[in-house]
């Protein structure tokens, strides 16, 4: 649904109410009055079997009762009664409308129907739908209030949209105080009309600069990603809060919505690619909401100055941030020799910094040490951090209002937040003495916020893999290997156990081997494999493994058993593609082996993967600094994992249509400069349909 589509959603020159009543309770009756109290200006038309009047205005008894079709219609009935209403609506020209009921598809197979219904109807109409199961939106700029519920007028106006699955949740952050509306709107299903259709429509929308997003389901990646080009394009920043992350919080979801939320990693990757700033918690997600309406433009320095009048306090902020992936910047030796001659002699110049209890003298201390921060060339945003509580006794108060008056009257190019420890507030006086200056409470949703800020790239890189390069249906290791193109450990097929013998003798030492089979995925769990296989014990392991995966898989083909060089030294990773919906194949990487599962130590992300991306993939496991030589070894060939990862990813890409997984694990990678070796390889075509 293109963005031009929803003007008649937000800003409708009519609205018709279905089912509009004075009774109370009534969804459609809340409309009727939210419509009056935002000072909508358009034509409004209570919809009622029996006519008569519904808050002084006349009513019709139906829509084919009115000279001209109203460009939106809120619909107050019951789910059963709504395909029939919407199918009026959109064949008299009306190209909106708001469907308030539940009973569609959160409540199971009929709903879900049911919803299908409302979607052919809408799509053949070309109609916009908010909705089903939802309350609705506010349009500040029209005052179209098609809410049914209880809304103030007094809810704080600003430019953020903010677009919620959850009605509860939406009234909750729009009355938070933290952050102005221009536009709210509970999307409930999404339906017809998604969150994409929202995003673009505010990406042009001139009275919005912030979208704020409280997601319960992605539902199109695609259409999202397209709609935040147009988002960054217009300089303006998304923000979102995803809930039903966990496995409890997924089932939540699902009773709410009808929808359950994508695998977790997946999800975080693709909001990273899609350039939106993905935070964890309604505290964190206004803070960076502020943060956003402040400065949509992050600094290009991702490196944070820390200052307070408290070595305790300034160490409580280095440490949350380290926990929160905020780096501090290393200060210049100028700014260390300036803070030198500033701060008294027991002070001690270096980030974070703490300008000690002299800042409280009225020498004008702090606002030299911000100007001297500002100056740094490694400084990207400063920190000023100070407690001021609010049940403080008026004098004690008062001893802060010069600290909220440096922040206040702080000219500097570098951004300044001033951010308190604790999320209680601060004392009226001290947040008067702070003016316009940008504050945040709370350290860990303040830091967290603020690292979401400067590290989330403000740019679309992700694009859905499409490849229809096919594949075999069934893939032996040696196969998958070929395939691949990734180098393998030297390796013969034995099919018999005098075979075997020779061979394994044949190796400078000892051998590894596996049984054949395409039909035979998880070789050790059939008992498949024997490793450090002398010559003298080769025919007995032959006919050991051939026992073991024939009683294991009794209508397995079996081609024989794979003789394998024993690769030694470097150290074990594990490569792997994995399908993620909605979102495509992604690309994992970790540490390999059999403690694969155990550890659960690896990095995600979605095709496509550059080498720079897989560079940084390595340094969020401990793969990053054992590739780099761990208490003495030697260091491993980090280049060659690299290169293998992004051929994974290109193998991925060109085969998106006919995969389901690979899994390359072991991966021995060698010492630096000797490459690397695919022990075992498993590729997972799709079903076929």
């Known amino acids: 649904m293109a963005s031009t589509d929803l003007a008649a959603l937000f800003a409708p020159r009519s609205v018709a109410v279905l089912g509009a009543s004075e009774r109370p309770g009534s969804s459609a009756g809340y409309v009727m009055r939210n419509l009056a109290r935002f000072g909508y ?4 038309i209570p919809v009622h079997p029996r006519g008569g009047t519904v808050f002084g205005l006349p009513a019709v008894a139906a829509l084919s009762d009115l000279d001209e079709a109203p460009d939106c219609v809120v619909i107050g009935l019951r789910a059963e009664l709504v395909p029939a209403a919407l199918e009026e609506a959109g064949r008299l020209g009306s190209r909106a409308a708001v469907v308030l009921a539940s009973g569609f598809a959160e409540t199971g197979a009929e709903g879900a129907a049911l919803e299908a219904e409302l979607i052919a109807i809408a799509r053949r109409h070309g ?6 199961n939802c309350l609705g939106l506010v349009s500040r700029g029209s005052g179209a209030a098609l809410y049914s519920s209880t809304i103030s007028p007094e809810m704080p106006q600003g430019r953020t949209a903010l677009i919620s699955a959850s009605g509860a949740s939406a009234i909750a952050l729009a009355h938070s105080g933290q952050i102005g509306i221009g536009a709210l709107v509970s999307a409930g299903n999404g339906a017809v009309t998604g969150l994409a259709a929202y995003v673009a429509h505010f990406a042009q929308d001139p009275d919005i600069d912030t979208i704020a997003m409280v997601i319960e389901d992605i539902g199109d990646p695609d259409a999202l990603a397209t709609a935040m080009q147009a988002v960054h394009a217009a300089g303006k920043s998304a923000v979102a809060l995803r809930v039903g992350r966990s496995a409890l919080g997924q089932r939540a979801t699902a009773a709410h919505t009808g929808a359950l939320a994508g695998t977790e990693e997946a999800a ?5 690619r899609a350039g939106i700033l993905d935070l964890p918690d309604m505290d964190s997600f206004l803070a960076a909401l502020r943060l956003c309406g402040a400065q949509p433009t992050p600094p290009a320095l991702k490196r944070a100055a820390v200052l307070g009048v408290s070595g305790g306090g300034v160490a409580h902020v280095a440490d949350i941030a380290a926990e929160t992936g905020l780096p501090l910047a290393e200060l210049s030796d100028r700014s260390v020799a300036a803070l030198r001659e500033l701060l008294p002699g027991f002070a001690t110049p270096q980030n974070p910094l703490d300008v000690t209890g002299a800042a409280f003298g009225g020498s004008g201390i702090y606002a030299r040490a911000l100007d001297i921060l500002d100056a740094d060339p490694s400084v990207g945003v400063t920190l000023a951090v100070q407690d001021a509580p609010p049940a403080l006794a008026p004098d004690m108060a008062t001893e802060y209002e010069g600290i909220a008056g440096a ?6 190019a570098t951004p300044l937040v001033a951010l308190s420890n604790l999320s209680a507030g601060l004392h009226p006086q001290v947040a008067a003495a702070y003016g316009e200056a940008l504050r945040l409470p709370g350290t860990r949703a303040g830091l967290t916020a603020i690292a979401a800020w400067l590290t989330t790239p403000r740019a679309v890189t992700w694009r859905r893999a499409e490849g229809t390069d096919i594949l075999p249906r069934a893939l032996s290791e040696s196969a998958a290997r070929a395939l691949l193109g990734l180098p393998g450990p030297i390796e013969t097929l034995a099919t018999s156990a005098a075979e075997a013998r020779a061979q394994v003798a044949a190796l400078p030492g000892k051998a590894v081997l596996k049984i054949a089979s395409p039909d035979i995925a998880h070789k ?12 003298e014990a080769a025919a007995e392991a032959y006919e050991r493994i051939v026992a073991s995966a024939r009683a294991h898989a009794p209508a397995a083909r079996i081609d024989g058993v794979l003789v394998q060089e024993m690769v030694t030294g470097g150290i074990e990773a594990m490569l792997g593609l994995v399908d993620s919906p909605p979102y495509g194949l992604g690309l994992v990487v970790g540490l390999g082996g059999t403690m694969v599962e155990l550890l659960q130590d690896s990095a995600f992300e979605l095709l496509p993967v550059t080498a720079e991306r897989a560079a940084e993939m390595l340094d969020d496991t401990r793969l990053g600094a054992l590739l780099s030589g761990y208490r003495g070894a030697p260091p491993c060939d980090r280049a060659a994992l690299v290169a293998a990862m992004v051929a994974l ?9 006919a995969l389901e997984a690979v899994d390359l694990n072991p991966v021995r990678v060698l010492e630096a400069g000797q490459g690397l070796r695919l022990l075992d390889a498993l590729i997972l075509p799709k079903a076929a349909e």
Do not use: N
């Not at 109609?127 to 089903?132: F, K």
């Open 41 to 44: 200006a358009g034509r409004v």
């Open 268 to 272: 975080r990757a693709f909001c990273r």
């Open 649 to 657: 990813s290109e193998f991925g890409c060109r085969h998106a249509d």
């Open 524 to 535: 050790t769990e059939a008992g498949g494999v024997a490793l450090s296989v002398g010559a």
């Open 407 to 412: 922040c206040a009257s702080y000219t500097g």
């Open 127 to 132: 109609m916009a739908v908010c909705g089903p």
